[in-house]
């Protein structure tokens, strides 16, 4: 059995009461009963051999403190609810209304059955784990908290069949945390699964223990809009910066630590606040991150430093949303950026690599897209890899929309020409601005077609020595434009700018 946190605290002493939970076990199933005074409910075992242990008070601190002295002193006659269960079937858990903790303990030989915990009002702990950190088995799990701020956790497990949260209504743990500690967490670690299905809680793959494998699809969806938290996964603060309970965090997060798997897709829809998350790990089929609705207005955070398999679709809201490619980071799809209103921002300044495993069945179809609303938006330096091979054309295609714009094109561009200037050289590079100054630069050692659409205002575009153009088409729109092409022989077979002096 594992920590979830490092807290140096001591074992609370603990009464005797008249009236603990109840358990009852009918044809090989087990339910289990909470009280409505705060208690800590321990049940361990495997099938055909489950006990049942209560206690007064939520003693969910001293079980942090060393959870294997925790059981060793609670799991004692003298706490013990009815004999030994025979149990064949489920595990149904439904505590009070108070702060509460439930402990499930599986053995070695695990259990075959499914398990649910429900929690109802009360901040409460929900945490199911193997007994010797060997992965038993167990059927389905599902949690559900209640009104109150709930921990979720499942330790060294072997999950049979789906995995399903539901947050409930979220709230603030009380304490030394008070009142600035929100929200409902579900967290996995050392842990293989099949398909994981979450409501309203923060969602963690924590390799803190181990790595994680989910066999299926992970779904997080975060819609109720709460109140901000900032969370420490894996030692790392979320969002970046966050030292303590009060400072600006989110309402949703997804993280997926760098040595776990999801063996599917990974979707995320988040709620009308502000939401991140991070795709560190693998991930074998599709990624699609959403911030919200249409009429969102929060600010959202997507990251990727890990590995997707198939495509990867990021889409904000009507706020300042942020989005990140780093070094690591290798989408073998395509990659989309659907960004609506506001002044969004993007660090692509990294040796990332995008619609990298794209067969010749996807030749000429867009790899690496920017879609933005009104607002200005800073992409800033792109440094990264679009493309496969030279026999494949991926095209890029950037709409920034009305705003200050600015986007340097510095990474390398694959598809086929190798010659230059090359009429085989059939990758396009479109961009497209609104009403405003925009600016592009552009520097490629790779022929590609290059077409902009600048729009309304006073733009620029520079393209830089030792730029491959194979062809252009360029629209200035409206507006005292500036093209640069630095000495470089770039073919124009469409030009159209008002100020005419700046024609090359």
């Not at 001293?62 to 149990?87: C, H, I, K, R, S």
């Not at 398999?309 to 989408?331: E, P, Q, R, S």
Request: contains cysteine; glycine residues 14%.
């Amino acid at each position: 059995m594992r920590k979830t946190r490092n807290l140096k605290l001591n074992v609370l002493p603990l009464e005797n009461r008249i009236a603990p939970a109840t358990a009852v076990l009918s044809a090989g199933n087990l339910s289990v009963t909470g009280t409505a005074t705060s208690e800590t409910i321990l049940i361990s075992g495997s099938t055909g051999n489950v006990k049942v242990y209560a206690v007064p008070g939520d003693q969910y601190a001293a079980y942090q403190a060393d959870p294997a002295l925790f059981l060793a002193t609670n799991e004692v006659p003298g706490n013990q609810v009815g004999g030994t269960f025979a149990v064949t079937g489920f595990i149904n858990v439904n505590t009070g209304n108070q702060d509460d903790t439930v402990v499930v303990t599986v053995e070695s030989a695990g259990l075959t059955g499914d398990c649910s915990i429900t929690a109802n009002k009360g901040n409460d702990n929900l945490i199911i784990q193997a007994r010797n950190n060997d992965r038993p088995n167990i059927g389905r799990i599902n949690m559900k908290g209640g009104d109150g701020a709930d921990n979720m956790y499942v330790f060294d497990m072997n999950v049979t069949n789906t995995t399903t949260i539901d947050g409930g209504i979220s709230g603030f743990r009380p304490g030394n945390q008070s009142p600035l500690a929100p929200g409902d967490v579900f967290e996995v670690f050392d842990t293989v699964s099949k398909a994981i299905n979450v409501v309203n809680a923060v969602t963690a793959l924590n390799d803190q223990y181990g790595p994680n494998t989910v066999n299926g699809d992970l779904t997080v969806n975060s819609p109720t809009t709460f109140a901000q938290g900032g969370f420490l996964i894996n030692g790392v603060s979320y969002p970046a910066g966050y030292t303590q309970f009060g400072d600006p965090g989110y309402n949703g997060l997804l993280v997926i630590n760098a040595s776990s798997v999801v063996n599917g897709n990974v979707t995320y829809f988040g709620s009308n606040d502000t939401d991140g998350t991070y795709i560190q790990g693998k991930v074998s089929g599709n990624v699609s991150v959403n911030g919200g609705t249409t009429t969102s207005t929060g600010k959202n955070d997507f990251v990727v430093s890990g590995t997707i398999g198939g495509f990867y679709t990021a889409a904000g809201a009507d706020g300042v949303d942020n989005a990140v490619l780093l070094d690591t980071a290798d989408i073998k799809g395509k990659a989309q950026f659907n960004f609506r209103n506001g002044n969004n921002t993007y660090d692509f300044d990294h040796t990332f690599k995008a619609a990298s495993g794209l067969t010749s069945g996807a030749s000429g179809s867009v790899g690496f897209t920017i879609t933005a609303g009104n607002g200005s938006d800073n992409v800033g330096r792109i440094s990264g890899t679009i493309g496969t091979n030279t026999s494949i054309a991926v095209n890029q295609l950037y709409q920034l929309g009305d705003g200050a714009n600015t986007l340097i094109w510095n990474g390398t561009f694959v598809g086929p020409g190798s010659a230059y200037p090359a009429s085989t050289a059939t990758s396009r590079f479109d961009y497209t601005g609104g009403s405003g100054v925009d600016q592009l630069d552009v520097y490629n050692n790779n022929p590609f077609r290059l077409f902009a659409s600048m729009g309304d205002g006073d733009d620029t575009i520079n393209v830089f020595v030792n730029t491959k153009v194979a062809t252009s088409q360029l629209d200035f729109g409206l507006g005292n434009d500036t093209f640069n092409r630095n000495g470089n022989p770039i073919p124009l077979s469409f030009w159209n700018s008002n100020a005419e002096n700046n024609n090359p």
